[in-house]
């Protein structure tokens, strides 16, 4: 049957914070939504009164055979995944904390999704229903706890991402998966041209890996599945022994790579399958840190945006800047299409007519 | 309960013209193919939701993107409303056509226009069926995982309207997770992309929310799927149950052993028995319920798990288990599941095909409630269920030709819906809203999250011209059908308009 384990913690304040979005509509001043506020870094700086729904928090249902839980939004990941452990299961887009107070709201607005992204999905893609309170104050659901549901537009991965421009999460309905009976991570030297063809060539086989990254001469993978699986690719791929923890320091930033000593401006590059290297100026193989396979790669570079947005753009992806020396970017997220502007401008004004939802998050004037 | 388009419900169409709107988009998109003469109207008047059928006013087969663009906007400056179709295997009626509109039909957009192996995507035009793309990436050793029993003949332009499923969700997601980019052309004649050949795009997710829309938000032009590597091999184990409720706790206890199968299948006894009768899969008949466990992946592990699989249902009082010995009996046992439906057929003249959704917990109480609705209603119901995700699909048979069968049929159906949204599940898993469903959408959402709805079509189509009446019903619809939560005699909003 369905499993809630109540914490002392558990409360639902969503009422309250209904109130609040009603109040702050009538008087048309801004609200700046706050989980944990360890994402801040990763968007334009919002003007508005502090929102925090760190107080609405607990898991609602979680049915482990079901393979669904559901979560209040100021629920601690941490707390979240711990729950997870104990039966066995794991949130299949790995999310980055970036702090011990991160939320699932906080991921799920960010849409920010760990190394296994690439061969298990993003945050979006475990997110089957939502529960969110409008510009109006109303409690809305959309979606829901089943795996299958087409009923009505897709408002619960619509919002993921959107960084609370369109509502305001409440509650979360995510698919989880079983952890891996078994797991193995590696290290191979090799050069960058050549694991690049290696990804290529594993990509079109159903080989158990989990993860791929790519840093100064080195291949990092890690292979994870049933254990007759795992045991028979490892023997294949040979390479030393990698500790586990390696995944963990990639997903939160703590890798040499990503220090704070380091001035230059930190870029995250998105680029599709087999994209190969870009010819930048000035940049050289050891400001890059290849990872989910290289289609997510990262860059200390204080290039100017519009040349590195362009080379990007050329190889169909985007690139944004999550640290620049300057502090809050004026233009963190590549500019859009005009049409695609055009569009996110009338979803903003028909969601939140007001502007209250952080606005200008993902873009001025939205 | 008829639920053809009405206008005093499901809002007012424009007072067109046909000879009118024919000579001006003869005039506006030189070459375009349109036919307005019945005899070619004929055939394209309802989708796989055959019960119900409207002639359109004007059909138009586009060759270029540019007739599309140019129909586009003459449409929108005309007001006529545009039902975009695919290949017309939906059964959910979403592309039945309207009187008042123009059915503009993408089948001659059909080519795959690339297959890269090392990015492993396709691009396609959306009038590709989705079994060729699985046949153009097979060279590769690569496939496309969404697949729809209509594989076959449905378009991937109407899997990704529809955000199709298929007996592979569970493990390998809906259209919605192997959809990377779209073209679309809005209704206003404008080129948008959406999505990426990245794993990423800047700004909302857009593509999300216009998988699954019903060609209510624009109509799309071109579609990057993800490939994905053939599995090493597949195997599948039968299990027979004495009980319904046995099969369908059987289910959870694989998925507690930490086993996600590639294809989980549950039948009961009348469809085991059609399935038999007509492809002879070898299934047992005295059965109440078999399960079909497919387990895919690097041969190593769908050995153990195999293993695994096979200890979990001797503990859960399956009657017999039988492990399918080659490729060729993998098929069999496939087959008699693949043909349900067709097999179902055979036994009455007409069938009733329900898509609801519930939390896998919620089976046996649902069983017992559709076996209550059979016998009120005096209609048998066959069970043909996705169970490793929670999608039904109840078969209800009836005769067309006995006065108020279809009507008797309509309506256990309805409340089979509703028993689905009760206990937390939804009315449409993968078949879509459409015309059909359109009333239950009054169960499952209440009028402030329909509201919202209607200010997201607002957003990309603030007139309605596309697939007007589709997906989403009016408030003043669920009010007439009382299905609404009317409090103090009051509908809320009374501000906002009752089309």
Same mark, same amino acid.
């Given at each position: 049957m369905a499993q809630t384990r109540p914490q002392a913690t558990d409360q639902d304040i969503s009422q309250a914070l209904g109130e609040r979005v009603r109040q702050a509509t009538a008087e048309g001043s801004p609200l700046r939504i706050v989980g944990g506020d360890t994402k801040a870094f990763y968007g334009r700086a919002v003007n508005g009164e502090p929102l925090s729904t760190r107080e609405h928090r607990g898991i609602t249902t979680y049915d482990p055979v079901e393979l669904i839980v559901s979560v209040r939004s100021g629920t601690p990941l941490a707390e979240l995944e711990a729950t997870l452990a104990e039966n066995s299961q794991i949130l299949g887009c790995e999310p980055p904390h970036f702090g011990t107070n991160a939320t699932v709201g906080g991921m799920v607005a960010t849409g920010l999704s760990g190394p296994r992204r690439p061969w298990a999905g993003s945050v979006r893609d475990f997110v089957l229903g939502i529960r969110m309170i409008t510009h109006e104050g109303r409690q809305q659901r959309f979606g829901g706890e089943v795996m299958k549901n087409v009923a009505g537009y897709d408002l619960s991965r619509l919002m993921v991402g959107a960084q609370g421009t369109l509502g305001l999460i409440t509650e979360v309905s995510l698919k989880v998966l079983p952890k891996p009976g078994a797991s193995h991570s590696l290290r191979l030297e090799m050069p960058l041209a050549e694991a690049q063809a290696r990804l290529a060539e594993w990509g079109r086989q159903p080989l158990p890996i989990t993860a791929a990254a790519w840093h100064a001469g080195a291949l990092y993978l890690r292979l994870e599945g049933g254990p007759s699986s795992v045991a028979a690719t490892r023997e294949? =791929?040979?390479?030393?022994e990698l500790d586990a923890e390696f995944w963990t320091s990639l997903r939160e930033h703590t890798l040499e790579f990503f220090s704070g000593e380091d001035s230059r401006a930190l870029w995250r590059l998105s680029l599709p399958h087999n994209t190969p290297s870009l010819? /930048?100026?000035g940049v050289a193989e050891a400001d890059l840190l290849h990872d989910w396979a290289g289609t997510q790669r990262w860059l200390r570079s204080d290039l100017d945006a519009d040349t590195l947005r362009e080379a990007c753009a050329r190889a169909g992806g985007h690139a944004t800047c999550l640290r620049s020396r300057q502090g809050p970017q004026a233009d963190p997220f590549m500019p859009l299409e005009p049409v695609?502007?055009?569009?996110?401008?009338? /979803?903003?004004?028909? =969601?939140?007519p007001q502007g209250i939802f952080n606005p200008g998050r993902l873009y001025a004037e939205r | 309960?008829?639920?053809?388009? +009405? %206008?005093?419900?499901?809002g007012e169409l424009p007072q067109i013209d046909k000879a009118e709107v024919l000579t001006d988009l003869q005039q506006s998109a030189p070459g375009l193919t349109l036919l307005h003469r019945e005899e070619d109207l004929r055939p394209f008047e309802c989708d796989g939701l055959s019960a119900y059928r409207v002639l359109p006013m004007l059909v138009a087969l586009p060759e270029t993107l540019e007739q599309v663009e140019s129909l586009m906007k003459r449409c929108h400056a005309l007001g006529v409303p545009? #039902?975009?179709?695919?290949?017309?295997t939906g059964l959910s009626g979403g592309a039945l056509p309207?009187?008042?509109?123009?059915?503009?039909?993408?089948?001659r957009f059909n080519r795959i226009l690339d297959v890269d192996p090392d990015a492993r995507i396709a691009?396609?035009?959306?009038?590709?069926?989705?079994? @060729?793309? !699985?046949?153009?990436? @097979?060279?590769?050793?690569?496939?496309? &995982?969404? +697949?729809? !029993?209509?594989?076959? &003949?449905? !378009?991937?332009?109407?899997? #990704?309207?529809?955000? @199709?499923?298929? #007996?592979?969700c569970l493990k390998y997601g809906l259209t919605v997770h192997n959809v990377m980019k779209v073209e679309v052309i809005?209704?206003?004649? %404008?080129?948008?992309?959406?999505? !990426?050949? &990245?794993?990423?795009?800047?700004?909302? +997710?857009?593509? @999300?929310?216009?998988?699954?829309?019903?060609?209510?938000?624009?109509?799309?032009? %071109?579609?990057?799927?993800?490939?994905?590597?053939?599995?090493?091999?597949?195997?599948?184990?039968?299990a027979s149950f004495d009980d319904v409720e046995k099969a369908g706790r059987a289910v959870g206890d694989i998925i507690a052993a930490g086993i996600i199968p590639g294809g989980l299948e549950m039948m009961d006894k009348l469809a085991i028995r059609a399935a038999e009768d007509f492809v002879k899969a070898g299934y047992p008949v005295d059965a109440e319920a078999i399960l079909l466990c497919e387990l895919d992946g690097v041969e190593a592990d769908v050995d153990d798990d195999c293993a695994t699989v096979r200890t979990v249902l001797e503990k859960a009082g399956a009657t017999g288990i039988q492990q399918a010995r080659n490729e060729a009996e993998r098929a069999t046992f496939w087959a008699g599941r693949k043909n349900a439906f067709p097999a179902v057929g055979r036994m009455s003249p007409d069938y009733y095909c329900m898509d609801g959704t519930i939390p896998r917990r919620e089976l046996p109480r649902v069983l017992k409630g559709i076996a209550d609705f059979s016998n009120e209603y005096g209609l048998k119901v066959a069970n043909v269920f996705h169970a490793g995700d929670g999608n039904m699909h109840p078969l209800i048979l009836f005769d067309a030709n006995q006065p108020g069968e279809l009507e008797k049929a309509e309506e256990l159906g309805g409340k089979i819906l509703e028993l689905c949204v009760e206990v937390g599940g939804s009315i449409t898993g993968e078949h879509g809203v459409g015309r059909e469903k359109i009333n239950q959408m009054c169960a499952q959402f209440d009028p402030g999250e329909l509201t919202t709805f209607h200010a997201i079509k607002a957003a990309f189509d603030p007139k309605r011209l596309l697939n007007p009446g589709k997906n989403i019903p009016t408030l003043a619809r669920c009010a007439e059908f009382g299905a609404m939560h009317v409090h103090n005699n009051q509908l809320p909003h009374p501000e906002l308009p009752r089309f």
């Open positions: 294949r =791929l040979g390479g030393d010819a /930048l100026d695609v502007a055009k569009y996110h401008r009338n /979803l903003k004004t028909q =969601l939140d | 309960m008829n639920i053809l388009y +009405d %206008e005093r419900l499901d545009v #039902v975009t179709r695919g290949a017309g309207l009187e008042k509109g123009v059915l503009l039909v993408m089948s691009r396609l035009q959306p009038g590709v069926r989705n079994l @060729a793309i !699985s046949e153009a990436a @097979a060279p590769y050793g690569l496939y496309y &995982a969404p +697949d729809p !029993s209509s594989q076959i &003949a449905c !378009s991937i332009g109407g899997n #990704v309207a529809e955000n @199709a499923g298929g #007996v592979h809005t209704i206003e004649g %404008e080129r948008m992309t959406l999505g !990426s050949e &990245a794993l990423d795009a800047p700004g909302l +997710d857009l593509l @999300a929310l216009f998988t699954g829309s019903e060609g209510m938000l624009g109509v799309i032009t %071109e579609i990057t799927v993800k490939l994905l590597p053939k599995p090493e091999t597949a195997k599948v184990l039968m």
